[in-house]
């Protein structure tokens, strides 16, 4: 929408100043659009990775949420109540999606120790990615918010199997007329590994900083894979 686009700008002039390695995306066109604003202040080309896409969400695919209930009422009825145990059929879980997602980015992580990355992917696969990364049970997945459009996520790494995560869900690049989201734009530190500029110290470690892309609908529909 009109909206999403103009939110690029906004985006791209938080970044202008983050030393980047490398932008990242799933191949999906709205994490290719996105990422492409990071890119460009930044003379990078996009390297688009499959494995970063949003979740799989098989026989419900460009289906409205309103045909859901009717088509898969009892299916419908878990997603809706215990959403970390519902796996729509022929897709993946929330949670499947995350690690799916959380194991590519460990991935690039071994290409950049040291180095900084932007990785631009999707809204489900980063919230079962975060339920992960705070090593939450399932049921605690309710307590990662929805993020704004654009908004970020920082992932620090020591080496590709420890990580903290610094903040997330932050949309502060967004003005009030722009945002979908009706939460504080803050970065707050999170439960992990203390955050410590491990750089500076001479040890191998990686920053991440993931993006959602600028899907913007009235009513969400299942996840469009392209």
């Known amino acids: 929408t009109p909206r999403a686009y103009e939110q690029l700008p906004c985006l791209a002039k938080r970044f202008e100043g983050v030393p ?51 088509i898969w009422p009892e299916e419908y009825a878990v997603w809706r109540a215990r959403p970390w145990d519902a796996r729509p059929p022929h897709g993946e879980s929330v949670l499947q999606a995350g ?66 995560v610094v903040y997330e869900n932050d949309a502060s690049h967004l003005p009030e007329r722009l945002s979908k989201v009706s939460m504080p734009k803050v ?8 955050h410590k500029d491990k750089k500076a110290e001479g040890e191998t470690a990686a920053d991440v900083i993931a993006l959602f892309d600028i899907h913007d609908e009235e009513e969400r529909p299942a996840p469009k894979r392209e």
């Not at 499959?50 to 949420?65: A, H, K, N, Q, S």
């Not at 970065?187 to 203390?194: D, S």
């Open 99 to 164: 690690q799916r997602m959380l194991d590519g980015v460990r991935g690039l992580v071994r290409q950049h120790e040291g180095g900084t990355i932007a990785v631009v992917t999707h809204g489900s696969a980063i919230r079962g990615a975060l339920t992960i990364a705070h090593s939450f049970t399932p049921e605690q997945m309710g307590e990662i918010g929805w993020g704004d459009n654009t908004c970020v996520a920082k992932f620090e790494f020591d080496g590709p199997d420890r990580l903290a």
């Open 187 to 194: 970065a707050l530190p999170k439960i992990g590994l203390p």
């Open 20 to 70: 980047l390695d490398a932008v990242y995306a799933s191949d999906l066109f709205r994490a290719r659009t996105t990422a492409k604003a990071v890119a460009q202040p930044h003379g990078l080309n996009v390297e688009l990775r499959p494995v970063l896409r949003e979740i799989d969400m098989g026989d419900w695919e460009d289906l409205p949420w309103a045909e859901l209930p009717r």
